[in-house]
């Protein structure tokens, strides 16, 4: 059974010891390990499930640490990092020699954070190192938005979690791409908006295309719930009558008999309760799940990412 922490202490012992350790961050709780210790990040791997061609975040104390990871740190990077760290921001860098490919998938490449959650400011400060921290669910299934979401995930294990309430981002890190001799890419969505980093780097972001390195939180299948879900623009009305079906709503929410939750019209309020909504109604028994479709704009981007990786689109 899993325990829950507020001892910084403990929680670095654990982590110098090889041990995972459950943290939160802003944006989700993330299964951290010694980003140094081979076998510890072999053990994040193995308890997620998660295919070792899937790269690992590297989350720093501060920005000066991103030279120990990262070669070629140029001014774009640089504007970034005083802009946007701590924050929901990582940036994929070329990564020094010494930099365990194990983290970075076999890439040339490490993507790297400063996350801003107080309690992971003060674990990176106390531990001194750096730390990977994919977030603390199986693989492919509903990212953590607080400790209980993690409780759930690792019922069977002893991970050790510590405590900081709930994710105030509540969605994963805006990931952009700055490598030498290539434009500056967007790799993944986050509440981050790409608008606000294109501001900063004075020139536009590519969205995906060829040669792009392979970044976290890319399956077809990720933040997907249990209970099969579908989106929608018009609610049908016979499911509106099924007791087995579950709702969320961005707003302009009917009456139905099934049980419902209405996250509002705001993205960043919509973003912060999805995946807890996700989890509530997925541990419920339900038939089907059903998720209204947010409005088509940028401040939707990230929710949209991920509601499309999560359900299907309703015909």
Partial sequence: ????????????????????????????????????????????????????????????????????????????????????????????????????????AGQDSVALRVPAHPV????????????????????????????????????DSDLLILEGGECRVGLESTIVSLLPGEPPRLLREGMLAAGAIEQVL??????????????????HRHYAPGTPSWRFREAPPAALADPRCGWIWCGGAR??????????????DFAQGLYAALYRLDNLGLERMMIRTPPDDAAWAAIHDRLSRASAMLD
């Fill in 1 to 104: 059974m899993p325990q829950l922490t507020s001892d910084l202490d403990l929680a670095c012992a654990r982590l110098r010891a090889g041990h995972l350790l459950a943290l939160p961050t802003e944006t989700v709780y993330g299964l951290a390990a010694d980003a140094r210790n081979a076998e510890a990040v072999a053990r994040v791997f193995a308890l997620k499930g998660r295919p070792s061609s899937n790269p690992l975040i590297v989350h720093l104390a501060n920005a000066d640490q991103a030279e120990d990871w990262a070669t070629a740190i140029g001014p774009a990077a640089r504007r970034l990092m005083a802009r946007f760290w701590p924050g929901p921001l990582t940036l994929v860098l070329p990564a020094r020699d010494q930099v365990p490919r194990s983290i970075t």
């Fill in 120 to 155: 992971a400011r003060q674990l990176l400060e106390r531990f001194a190192g750096a730390l990977v921290a994919p977030s603390a669910n199986r693989y492919m299934s509903i990212s953590p938005t607080s400790s209980a979401h993690v409780v759930q995930q690792f019922a």
């Fill in 202 to 219: 004075g020139e536009p972001l590519l969205r995906g295309g060829e040669g792009a390195v392979r970044a976290p939180g890319q399956h």
């Fill in 255 to 268: 009456a139905s008999a099934g049980p419902a939750i209405d996250l509002g019209e705001d993205p960043v």
